[in-house]
């Protein structure tokens, strides 16, 4: 049960706090609120003084300089009713999740694939800008606000590639998403885990918008299916209209490779080898006057 009256007390700098809808999770309870004037979420996480997961995820958006990732407004710790919680406050988005869009709309135009694809490679390299890797880019954790800008949340297992890892090397899996993440990423193959794993994610994420469908998930009755799926065999090629010579399919079969050293090796190299398809598959679907 939140403490509204706590919660108010020791964030007297806040104004309107109410419960934001999300159902607690049983380590975060999300509020909304007003700051300044500005409308504000307020995520308050039960964490012991050894829960470095979740230091390290509010660390990580808290340094991130980029458009399209909710902007962190005050951060630190406050006991609360006698309980020590950190405390997160940042930009409030309205709108929908990609999940809830494809929910309604299973396949997109592919002018719409390609703004996504933008926006996601520009995410993806100010997360190598700032060695981040976010390991959890899929359709829940991508957000289309009401004025239809793109947004990607949720770092809760982030990578900071400048500190020692979390997870123990001996463990036979790392912290993934069954039918998003890396097969490196599942294995745990510290050595090769870097923004390429969030490359995969994001061709996953594009492949399903602009086929209507994730053949990593589509007929698996368990995640070890989903595994053997996704170490043994590539995503078919997409056959997509509009896409008259193939590169934009070529591009996403490079993304999700299911080898690293076979996606483009950089996020800025993914933008550059991107960049003249879109151009070019723009022009030909802009009518001439």
Not at 56 to 72: F, G, H, M, N, T
Not at 122 to 141: G, M, T, W, Y
Not at 160 to 171: K, M, N
Request: proline share 6%; hydrophobic share 45%; net charge neutral.
């Amino acid at each position: 049960m939140i403490d509204l009256a706590a919660i108010r007390h020791e964030f007297s700098f806040l104004s309107n706090i109410i419960p934001l809808g999300v159902a607690p999770s049983g380590q975060k309870d999300v509020l909304r609120a007003q700051m300044d004037g500005r409308d504000v979420v307020l995520k308050l996480i039960r964490a012991s003084s050894g829960d470095e997961r979740v230091q390290r995820e509010i660390e990580a958006v808290a340094k991130l300089d980029s458009a399209y990732v909710p902007k962190v407004l005050d951060h630190g710790e406050r006991v609360i009713a006698g309980a020590r919680r950190l405390y997160l406050i940042e930009q409030l988005i309205t709108g929908e999740t990609l999940r809830s869009a494809l929910d309604r709309k299973p396949v997109w135009p592919l002018a719409e694939v390609l703004t996504m694809t933008d926006v996601l490679l520009r995410a993806c390299a100010s997360f190598e800008q700032a060695r981040l890797v976010h390991r959890d880019i899929k359709p829940a954790n991508i957000m289309v606000d009401a004025g239809g800008k793109i947004w990607i949340i949720d770092f809760g297992i982030v990578r900071h590639l400048d500190r020692t890892s979390l997870t123990p090397t001996a463990e036979r899996f790392g912290p993934f998403t069954p039918g998003y993440a890396a097969p490196e990423q599942m294995r745990n193959l510290k050595a090769q885990i870097n923004i390429r794993a969030d490359l995969f994610s994001v061709g996953v994420v594009l492949y399903e918008i602009a086929t209507g469908s994730n053949p990593y998930l589509v007929g698996k009755r368990s995640v070890l299916e989903v595994i053997d799926h996704m170490e043994k065999v590539d995503l078919p090629r997409a056959i997509l209209a509009g896409d008259h010579d193939g590169a934009f399919a070529e591009f996403l079969s490079a993304l999700t490779a299911r080898f690293p050293s076979r996606r483009p090796q950089l996020a800025s190299h993914a933008l550059d080898w991107f960049r003249p398809i879109s151009e070019k598959l723009t022009a030909t679907a802009t009518p001439k006057t």
